[in-house]
């Protein structure tokens, strides 16, 4: 067994360090890890003395691989030669002779620890022995009931880092890996009974009727194995966790100043873990109920009652055509809402206002006149009429002047002749064209004072 | 002990008041239905409403001479629901746990129906440049129609059909020709309408 070496963070640093600037790499293929797998059990099967692989040995377990894989037998050689090189490359195998210069069919090879590691684990997830997910857990229960028993004992900091954490720590791995390798093949086989049903469906004689109900019957094992994980064993487990958890906050109330190190966290570690497990255990058995009840229904309203498939013909024609004959269907008015207090308010809505495209007009901009031009007007006319006559040429200038707004005083030219003949008397013939700005020439309106 | 005062009861009436039809896939309903299916039976009666279990295990209505209102489905309903009900045979659906994707379904529908009876069913009397957006909204108008009565269940991406939806295959049943005895049976127990040549897909009948 490889003991664990523990590195200070500066060195795991520099390692990291190393493998970035090496770039070092695991490229391997299908072939290759599957090669690997071969040289393993060669080297297991084999005599114990022996660790070394010859090449011959290597071409041998090459050719197995290419009479599994389906047109593999292109070039062995070259492919022998390539998977080795990339072993070797990947550190996962090296040639045992230590010498440089050999020839090929004299070299040896052997697995490194890390292409053993490969080659093991690939092994470990195809190993699925088909134990349920109750017998996991029944285990993963009884390991968590003899770490509570140890966690009663346990009298110092000593006792639980040694018989609990590290323990708890163990389980832990351990169950995860097998219910991962579960689920995996849990998923596989689903997939492939989902696969495999509508061939059987398809046929529709009595053996794949039969086998279809037996593959039905394991289905109902499995949902009951995945339910009985969710009603009982995860209960179970956490209870136990909880128990720990307690027994480790009760020993620092009695005799130990602190809780015990890492025990809260390894304790929610699990807590999480199982929720997860329940809730893809109840996705999973969801799935599988629904499958088998959807594979029962069809067994039961298709198959077994349309097995010449008269009724499906007969539909495939009458979607063919415009179909001649419908359905009649009750389709009652909805009730009448009677209340008073959600009556609608009857109001007629105002038309929406409609604005108008002014995009083809152009604007004009107009000056409006001050409030009091009238009272200068007149102030102008009352000054004149004191010194005995007004002229409204005179009178508008001026007004012009103050007001600065030549235009608009002018407009007021017949308002001031009213006013004029109002205030005095008109002098009929004073009537030519004055200037009554620099720009703006009138017809002259005279009056005398009365 | 009288049923007006059950919850189910308040529901049960508004469905089939609606057409809908009472299926397996609603347990607590399909329960209730089955416990009190006299009950329910003498209460329609006075409506002028039959109320029948399908062999196949659903509930529905039938109204002749009733006081209830009643509607003929449109022919896109009715192509609609025998191509599900088709679809609802094939042993593939098993892969997929009874769901049809709903672009699936309307890829599978165009490429096995021919196009011009697409084009009656669907899209009657419309220009040749809006056929195929007609046709596509009336077969998703039909899918939300078929879904209100009970025939499927519809969520964004896929469809489930019910037990009601073998209702499509009643015609079927007799090979698209039935006798005359059966023709009657079809009319009176399943609410069926020949229609005889004439166009009665797009109106509602008061009864």
């Known amino acids: 067994m490889i003991s664990s070496v523990a590195h200070s963070p500066t060195s795991i640093l520099s390692i990291v360090q190393t493998i970035l600037e090496e770039n070092r790499a695991l490229e391997l293929t299908s072939r290759d890890i599957a090669l690997l797998v071969l040289m393993r059990q060669e080297v297991e099967s084999g005599d114990e003395a022996v660790l070394a692989i010859p090449y011959s040995t290597m071409q041998a377990l090459h050719s197995r691989l290419d009479a599994i894989e389906a047109g593999g037998s292109q070039n062995p050689e070259r492919r022998l030669t390539e998977s080795m090189a990339r072993l070797i490359k990947a550190e996962c195998a090296a040639k045992a002779d230590m010498t440089r210069i050999r020839l090929t069919a004299d070299t040896e090879y052997q697995i490194t620890t890390i292409g053993e590691s490969v080659a093991e684990w690939h092994v470990m997830q195809s190993e699925f022995s088909g134990e349920p997910l109750t017998a996991i857990f029944r285990s993963f229960i009884s390991h968590l009931m003899r770490i509570v028993e140890d966690a009663e004992k346990a009298q110092s900091e000593e006792d639980w880092q040694s018989d609990v954490v590290q323990q708890m720590q163990h389980v832990l791995k351990g169950m995860l890996v097998s219910i991962q390798r579960h689920q995996k093949e849990l998923d596989r086989q689903h997939a492939a009974l989902r696969d495999f049903v509508p061939m059987l469906l398809i046929q529709a004689s009595e053996d794949s009727i039969e086998q279809c109900e037996s593959q039905l019957s394991k289905v109902i094992k499995t949902i009951s194995d995945l339910q009985e994980v969710v009603l009982a064993s995860t209960n179970r487990a956490q209870a136990l966790i909880d128990q720990i958890g307690n027994l480790a906050r009760s020993s620092v109330n009695a005799n130990q100043p602190i809780t015990p190190r890492g025990i809260e966290s390894i304790c929610d570690e699990f807590q999480r873990r199982l929720v997860n497990i329940s809730l893809w255990t109840i996705q999973r058995a969801t799935d599988w109920i629904d499958h088998h009840n959807v594979v029962h229904n069809h067994l039961r309203t298709v198959v077994r009652i349309d097995r010449q498939r008269r009724i499906s013909d007969a539909l495939k024609r009458s979607v063919a055509t415009v179909p001649e004959w419908t359905l009649e269907v009750v389709s009652e008015p909805c009730f009448m809402r009677m209340r008073e207090d959600v009556q609608r308010d009857h109001t007629p809505k105002k038309a929406p206002r409609v604005r108008k495209d002014a995009s083809g007009r152009d604007r004009e901009f107009t000056e409006e006149l001050p409030d009091n031009v009238h009272e200068i007007l007149l102030a102008h006319l009352k000054a004149e009429l004191k010194d005995g006559s007004a002229r409204a040429s005179s009178i508008l200038g001026k007004a012009a002047t103050a007001t600065k707004d030549e235009v608009g005083v002018m407009s007021q030219f017949s308002w001031l002749i009213g006013e004029m003949t109002q205030a005095g008397q008109m002098e009929d013939k004073v009537r030519h064209w004055t200037q009554a700005t620099s720009s703006i020439e009138i017809e002259e309106f005279k009056v005398d004072a009365k | ?207």
Not at chain 2, 30 to 50: E, N, V
Not at chain 2, 94 to 116: A, C, K
């Open chain 2, 1 to 207: 002990m009288t049923i007006f005062h059950d919850d189910e009861f308040v529901e049960i009436d508004l469905l089939l008041r609606r057409g809908g039809h009472i299926n397996r896939s609603n347990m607590a309903l399909y329960d209730y239905m089955c416990q009190h299916l006299t009950q329910l039976k003498d209460f329609y009666t006075r409506y002028g409403c039959s109320l029948y279990q399908h062999p196949d295990g659903f509930f529905f209505a039938t109204v002749k001479g009733g006081k209830l209102q009643t509607r003929l489905l449109p022919k896109s309903c009715v192509h609609l629901g025998m191509f599900i009900a088709l679809k609802a045979r094939d042993p593939e659906i098993t892969r997929s746990s009874g769901r049809i994707s709903v672009n699936q379904l309307l890829q599978d529908i165009e490429t096995s129906v021919p196009r011009d009876i697409l084009q009656q069913v669907y899209a009657p009397k419309r220009r040749e440049a809006f056929v195929d957006e007609c046709i596509n909204d009336e077969l998703k108008k039909a899918l939300k129609t078929l879904a209100e009565l009970g025939f499927i269940e519809l969520t964004d991406l896929a469809i489930r059909p019910l037990e009601a939806i073998s209702r499509f295959a009643e015609l079927a049943r007799s090979n698209n020709g039935p006798s005359d005895e059966n023709r009657l049976n079809l009319i009176v127990t399943r609410g069926v309408v020949f229609n005889e040549g004439e166009d009665a897909s797009e109106g509602d009948t008061d009864e």
